[in-house]
């Protein structure tokens, strides 16, 4: 069971999702300071976009 | 941390608690366009209301557009932060109501959130918190890397003892809301320097503006406000008027009114920008861009509050706080365990884990 497991991720593949979701976070909190409308959906869609991927995560591993 | 966080959480909603459990005089409500009130008239309805008193400060109520706050003193030099609100109606100058704000829940929640009651060495206090908790963010990506080495982004590993749950449910959380909990942090580390950000404008900007003006004395009869504020906005154009600090005030010159102006987007309505006119002949002599330092403060308020993009955005903010007290949280309860077994969290969860093999194994 331990085998696959084993094999150590790099930096790298551990760093690249949390790097992506900080960005569109960023994004998400800059652009409803830059507008209205639209640039308000946009942060409504990055940030909300957290909440949804930790229920998402952990309902996946309690289901399956 | 967790106290902030709690306190925080109704402060996301202050407008609709205080709206839910506080009835207030409704200003009237008036086609699109009514212009606004005769300003003179509506200060002198509102000082009738409070003899004695001398006006501070004219503000534009941002939530509600047909209302003014005047801010009135017992003299121009009292402490500003005792003064009384009073609320007018912007169209009609009538007088509305001068509600006690000090008893209300939000009022309590804001003054645990900003400084426990204690005033500036409250507020600094807060802010150490603040910049050890982005300090604690920090090194919890660092540590993020080791125990995520054999494990795939968001895992949780639902069949296994607590200690492990819980750490998944840090980690995942933790590293989801890592640029807004450092975003949310650090913009509130910065709101509890305001005080000092303001008392360094005044000594920099300010008596820089109004140095040769320093030794006039207040000008016993001054010229009108209202005139005041239209000379300001045509001087600025395309910005409007958020507050008039009167002469004499902590905001302005002896002998000046200082009108403080704000753009339309989102961004720009919170940079302020000040023209000071001359309460004795009723001209513009200065207006300035404020500096860095303080557009810096006024960028990071809404980034801290949440307030600036309508209520879907308010309600996403109370959602990530509540994620936010989950994980810190669960970070307590991982300390305290590591505490407990004087090992480190790895190692009981190596323990943990071979319990659950072995009760696996043997079921």
């Known amino acids: ?64 | 941390m967790l106290l902030l966080c709690i306190t925080g959480l109704p402060l996301i909603f202050h407008e609709e608690i205080d709206d839910l459990l506080h009835s207030q005089v409704k200003a009237a409500e008036v086609p699109a366009g009514t212009p606004q009130a005769n300003l003179d008239k509506l200060l002198a309805n509102a000082m009738a209301s409070a003899p004695g008193k001398v006006p501070h400060f004219l503000v534009w109520d941002r939530d509600d557009p047909n209302t003014m706050f005047v801010s009135v003193g017992a003299t121009i030099t009292s402490d500003p932060s005792k003064n009384t609100l009073i609320r007018m109606d912007l169209h009609t100058a009538a007088f509305l109501d001068a509600p006690d704000f000090t008893g209300r829940f939000t009022y309590i929640m804001l003054r645990l959130h900003t400084d426990m009651f204690a005033g500036l060495p409250g507020k600094l206090f807060l802010g150490l918190m603040g910049i050890l908790l982005c300090v604690a963010i920090i090194s919890g990506i660092v540590v993020y890397a080791p125990s995520m080495r054999k494990l795939s982004f968001g895992t949780y590993r639902a069949r296994r003892t607590r200690v492990v749950r819980w750490l998944d449910v840090h980690n995942i959380a933790g590293i989801l809301l890592v640029a807004w909990t450092l975003v949310v942090g650090f913009t509130g580390v910065i709101n509890t320097w305001a005080d000092l950000v303001l008392k360094l404008w005044q000594f920099g900007q300010l008596s820089e503006m109004t140095a040769q003006y320093q030794d006039r004395a207040v000008p016993a009869k001054p010229t009108s406000v209202d005139a005041a504020v239209k000379v300001a906005a045509e001087a600025v154009p395309g910005m409007t008027a958020s507050f008039v600090a009167f002469p004499g005030t902590l905001f302005s010159s002896k002998s000046h009114y200082a009108v403080f102006l704000h753009g339309d987007t989102p961004l720009t309505s919170r940079l302020l920008k000040p023209a000071l006119i001359d309460a004795e002949t009723g001209k513009l002599t200065d207006t300035r861009d404020m500096p860095w330092y303080v557009s810096t403060l006024f960028i990071s308020q809404p980034l801290h509050f949440g307030d600036y993009g309508g209520m879907p955005l308010k309600i996403i903010w109370a959602v990530l706080d509540v994620l936010t007290i989950i994980i810190l949280w669960t970070g307590v309860y991982l300390w305290l365990r590591r505490r407990k077994a004087g090992v480190t969290v790895e190692r009981s969860i190596a323990k943990a884990s071979a319990v659950d093999n072995a009760a696996l194994t043997s079921s």
């Open chain 1, 1 to 64: 069971m331990n085998s696959h497991r084993a094999t150590h991720r790099t930096l790298m593949q551990i760093f690249a999702a949390p790097l992506v979701v900080a960005i569109v976070s960023t994004a998400g909190l800059i652009s409803a300071l830059v507008g209205d409308g639209w640039w308000d959906a946009v942060s409504w869609t990055a940030l909300g976009v957290l909440p949804l991927l930790y229920l998402m995560f952990i309902w996946r591993r309690k289901t399956s």
